[in-house]
């Protein structure tokens, strides 16, 4: 019996291998593997895709974009974060900077910080990509 399933074995190897011998070059010129596809010309006619965050950070430097940000930008300010920067955060968007020291939930020490750093707060336009991070983007250290 062993003879006899050494001889199967062998023969499906030998019938395996000169069937198969060239299916990988058969195969590829009929998937068109190695030859650049019509979605990827596509894609390099269209130019190079932008990141509208990247773009978005070049333009505001070191200040916050009190429309577009997330409550950890906050924790470059003392006395801003958490609970401050939750109501910030919670009532945008906003069309002036000052709109922020008329918040309700603001304590009047907290209006005093946010009045001290007016200088470090600016506004963009409402970016869609960014709200679902605004609460809890995350990240923690």
Do not use: C, H
Not at 61 to 73: E, F, W
Not at 91 to 114: C, F, H, M, S, W
Not at 115 to 120: F, M, S, Y
């Amino acid at each position: 019996m062993k003879p006899l399933v050494r001889l199967f074995a062998l023969a499906t190897m030998i019938l395996t291998l000169s069937l198969g011998w060239g299916l990988p070059t058969w195969a590829s010129a009929m998937t068109g593997v190695g030859a650049p596809s019509v979605r990827l010309m596509a894609e390099a006619e269209r130019g190079p895709v932008r990141n509208v965050v990247e773009d978005l950070l070049g333009k505001l430097g070191q200040r916050i974009d009190l429309n577009n940000t997330n409550i950890s930008a906050f924790r470059k300010i003392p006395g801003l974060y958490p609970t401050a920067a939750r109501v910030i955060v919670q009532n945008a968007p906003y069309e002036k900077v000052e709109d922020i020291l008329n918040l309700p939930g603001l304590t009047e020490a907290q209006k005093e910080r946010v009045r001290e750093n007016l200088d470090k707060f600016t506004l963009g336009p409402i970016n869609e990509s960014l709200e679902r991070d605004r609460i809890n983007n995350g990240i923690y250290r």
